[in-house]
């Protein structure tokens, strides 16, 4: 009995390093048919909700294929965008009545729109936006009056048109916003207004002026452009780099205007303009990128900017 345990020891352990081998073939036959990434659905064990995208409902996508993932899938297996909802004023602007700020908006006349929260100028230095309110009586020019009726606190600056008449940057004013919440692509349509008064009507002849209205993507912790070197050049839509940059629409304001508040308004869609693909962070506002043929600047206050969807 003995001999025969040998034996059948001896032919157990072949018929094991037998199994072995066949085992260890298949192992290195899977392993090599998944290395081309080839189709190896067959040795997945896990399972999809959406089997041809390879996601589960819930997981967030790229709603356009243009790398952002911006989308979450549906019960449907669709990517659709995620989008915020906002509708009341002053909406995706942030404080855009400019009643919030950290110092007196008199305590200096002009370029001083950083006072107000989440406001500032498009550039470091040189000609700012002005930030007044309804005690202010010096605004910097004898002939500019404050508009009607007192609205607190709103920003003033120069919107100068033409390119007929060669100027320097003295004219060239912007107001920046650091929105409340980021804009996405492919978020639907946003509606945009403002209150603006032209204070200049005693002294100023100017026909009429364009306000453009931008979307820009300005990270935190960018630094602001350098001065425009002249009234066209950089163009509005390089200041923060072309990708950063789209234009969202403007207002023409003619000079039958006068000094009390007026109401701006228009729509854009996010779904037809190429938004900057991170979002946009800031809204510009300033003089439209394309200018008049006619003697065109204005002196005009800004306030109660409302920006929702
Ligand atoms: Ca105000
Ligand atoms: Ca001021």
């Known amino acids: 009995m003995k001999n025969l345990h040998v034996y059948i020891d001896k032919y157990a352990s072949k018929q094991f ?34 089997a041809e995208s390879q996601a589960n409902v819930g997981d967030s996508c790229d709603s356009n294929n243009n790398g952002v993932f911006d989308g979450v899938v549906n ?25 919030l700020v950290t110092d007196d908006p008199n305590g200096q006349v002009g370029e001083d729109i ?5 406001w500032k100028a498009l550039w470091q230095s040189g000609s700012l936006v002005d930030l007044f309110n309804e005690d202010t009586t010096d605004f910097g020019n004898l002939c500019f009056v404050a508009p009607t009726p007192v609205s607190g606190a709103f920003g003033a600056m120069w919107v100068w048109s033409s390119e007929m008449m060669s100027v320097d940057t003295t004219y060239r ?7 409340s919440t980021i ?32 979307g820009v993507y300005f990270p935190e912790g960018t630094e602001l452009p350098e001065n ?17 940059t ?27 303009l190429n938004v900057p693909i991170d979002g946009i ?21 800004f306030d109660n900017f409302c920006l929702t969807n």
């Not at 298949?26 to 080839?38: D, G, K, M, N, R």
Request: aromatic share 12%; glycine share 6%.
């Open 17 to 50: 390093l037998y199994a072995l081998r066949i085992v260890l073939i298949a192992v290195v036959v899977v392993s090599y048919s998944c290395s081309e990434e080839e189709d190896c659905e067959y040795v997945s064990a896990v399972k999809y909700d959406c």
């Open 75 to 99: 019960a449907m297996c669709e990517c659709i965008p995620e989008i915020t909802t906002i509708s009341t004023c002053s909406g995706f602007i942030a404080n855009g009545d400019f009643e």
């Open 114 to 118: 950083k006072l107000a929260t989440s």
């Open 173 to 179: 004013e912007g107001l920046f916003n650091e929105l």
């Open 183 to 214: 804009i996405k692509p492919n978020t639907g349509v946003y509606n945009m207004s403002f209150d603006y008064a032209r204070m200049d009507v005693d002294c100023m002849n100017g026909l009429l002026v364009k306000v453009g209205v931008y």
């Open 228 to 244: 425009p070197t002249e009234q066209y050049e950089p163009s509005n839509l390089e200041l923060f780099g072309e990708p950063n």
């Open 246 to 272: 789209v234009f969202l629409g403007e207002v023409v304001i003619e000079n039958l205007t006068v000094n009390s508040w007026n109401n701006a308004a228009f729509e854009f869609d996010t779904n037809n």
């Open 281 to 301: 962070t800031h809204i510009m506002i300033t003089n439209s990128h394309i200018p008049t043929v006619d003697r065109a600047f204005m002196y005009l206050g």
